[in-house]
């Protein structure tokens, strides 16, 4: 059995792991199969949002598979798993489409940090977030010290991960870990909708907001206003500009 089940629906697709015997513990296999994914997505341009959660109710994804990576023994070997998980997590955080993160059950650890990499997150209610890495003696590893810092801020982020925090749904969202929280009967439904709504804009677009957001977050003020003036005049100058506006205008006459 695969270790990523997909379903495609129009310009979706969702991706959920499927290893409910390790509590969706994230291995080698799933790392091959998200970059199998990745290297789809990325030379199909109709697909335009990335939905990733889990494969029943209980857990969305644990972290690193313990059992499995503990044959790591040495810093050098250590390196090249996170490494790995790295680079998957940077081509979703940066990739030209919208990835949403669909909490159906608990995340754990490097669970954790991989819904972070994602632009957007919604979870079930019944759903906890656990900040486990300090009890293997280990700080986060795939990136997720930074991201956490980034959306919830320094001191609670020490907090969680000093205390080995273990955060309800509805803490994560006024906390920002989250964007929504939705009722477990009707998420999946609610992801779909939400992936709906993101699928209308070209990849193009989609690349351009995301890479502007990365340099506003990285950038000083100036220098992220100057490439957001720069997209702009590029975007005014294509045709699909023209296109739409001449759509519209075409519209309002005939109305």
């Known amino acids: 059995m695969s270790a990523l089940q997909l379903n495609h629906h129009q310009n979706t697709i ?3 792991i499927t290893r409910p015997g390790a509590k969706n513990a994230i291995n080698f296999e799933v790392m091959e199969e998200l970059e199998n994914l990745l290297d789809h997505i990325e030379e199909t341009p109709e697909i335009r949002v990335l939905v990733l959660s889990g494969s029943h109710n ?3 994804a644990t972290g690193g598979d313990l059992k499995e990576f503990h044959e790591l023994k040495t810093a050098e070997e250590g390196h090249r798993m996170a490494e790995r998980m790295i680079n998957i997590l940077h081509r979703i955080e940066h990739g030209h489409f919208w990835s949403i993160a669909c909490i159906n059950g608990d995340a754990y650890g490097g669970g954790v940090e991989l819904m972070l990499a ?3 997150a919604i979870a079930s209610k019944t759903a906890k977030f656990g900040f486990t890495q300090g009890k293997f003696f280990l700080p986060p ?3 997720g010290l930074t991201r956490l810092i980034e ?3 320094r001191s609670r982020a020490l907090d969680w991960l000093g205390s080995q925090a273990l955060v309800d ?3 994560a969202f006024t906390a920002n870990l989250i964007n929504e929280v939705s009722i477990t009967a009707d998420l999946r439904t609610n992801t779909w909708n939400w992936a709906d709504r993101l699928s209308g804009l070209d990849r193009d677009l989609i690349g351009c907001l995301k890479d502007g957001s990365s340099i506003a977050v990285e950038s000083d003020r100036k220098t992220s206003m100057e490439a957001e003036l720069r997209e702009f005049s590029k975007f005014w100058a294509d045709d699909r ?3 739409a506006v001449e759509s519209f205008l075409n519209r309002k006459r005939h109305s």
Do not use: I, T
């Open 169 to 171: 749904a509805n803490l």
């Open 141 to 143: 590893g795939w990136g």
């Open 151 to 153: 959306r919830v801020g």
């Open 58 to 60: 209980d857990y969305f």
């Open 118 to 120: 994602m632009d957007f």
């Open 14 to 16: 969702w991706a959920e």
């Open 241 to 243: 500009h023209h296109e």
